[in-house]
């Protein structure tokens, strides 16, 4: 009944796993699409690298909060 019952979760162990590995490699996917689109950001000002920066470290600090809230 034991060797059973481990059976059975290293099978939905595995699933997990198996799941996992095909989601990533979508959002993979998905991203390395979206970033051939759009291509990179050039900026032409020095107001234009740093607005950009900043941005970027909006999205950080928004993204650390909604983590902690989860």
């Not at 796993?17 to 993979?28: A, G, Y």
């Not at 998905?30 to 900043?54: C, I, M, N, W």
Request: with cysteine; net charge positive; aromatic share 8%.
């Amino acid at each position: 009944l034991i060797e059973k019952e481990m059976h059975e979760q290293n099978e939905q162990q595995a699933k997990k796993f198996r799941d996992i590995k095909v989601r990533t490699e979508q959002i993979r996917k998905d991203y390395e699409k979206r970033q051939s689109r759009v291509g990179a950001f050039v900026p032409q000002t020095y107001g234009q690298a740093l607005g950009h920066r900043l941005n970027w470290k909006r999205v950080a600090v928004i993204s650390i909060v909604i983590c902690a809230c989860l």
